[in-house]
């Protein structure tokens, strides 16, 4: 857990959701870092399912000027990135409309044990979650980060790009990318910083 402290006029809470193996805390460090370059003040939390690997992870990541707990409160998020979409509907629970949140989906599934996700529809979860969710955005990030860069694991610095270059954070691209330097290890610095970059 980081924390430094600033004036924000807003705070802005972020949650990422997603299986382990999936990166989420290098994503949860890399947006922290960005942010902490900024001056501004983090607080940052991990949920982990029952499996370290495979199992559902939740991130909690919250900027703001006087932050008390790292965890996101029920409906209070601003932007949930979701990294497996099966764990769009558990995520639901820190959206809602009243405070704009926005949903960025990788458009990808890991098969369950019992196949339950398997085929799962993308206007199913557009159903389930529209009524507290102010944009919700599919974006094949799995698919790109295979073809364009060879490993899956960058899709959610396809995510984060995304995010970046639309406005999404309150955390500029440099800043990211000053943090990618500093938090990725230099032999999986180039793949990730092309993975920013695409947008």
Request: charged residues 20%.
């Amino acid at each position: 857990m980081r924390s430094t402290k600033t004036k924000m006029s807003k705070d802005f809470n972020i949650i990422i959701a997603g299986t382990g193996g999936q990166g989420l805390i290098t994503l949860e460090k890399i947006l922290a870092e960005a942010g902490f370059l900024e001056g501004k003040e983090i607080k940052t939390s991990e949920l982990h399912g029952l499996s370290q690997r495979g199992g559902s992870v939740v991130v909690h990541l919250k900027m703001g000027a006087n932050i008390y707990s790292p965890l996101v409160s029920r409906g209070k998020a601003n932007l949930i990135l979701v990294l497996e979409k099966g764990e769009t509907f558990s995520s639901a629970y820190f959206a809602s409309k009243s405070n704009g949140t926005i949903f960025l989906i990788n458009d990808y599934i890991i098969p369950s044990p019992s196949l339950l996700n398997v085929g799962l529809k993308n206007e199913k979860i557009k159903k389930f979650i529209k009524g507290f969710s102010k944009e919700i955005v599919f974006i094949p990030a799995s698919k790109i980060a295979k073809e364009k860069f060879g490993n899956e694991l960058v899709s959610g610095m396809v995510l984060i790009s995304f995010a970046a270059f639309k406005n999404l954070l309150p955390i500029k691209p440099n800043s990211i990318l000053k943090a990618i330097k500093k938090v990725i290890p230099k032999k999986y610095l180039d793949i990730n910083l092309k993975a920013l970059n695409y947008h």
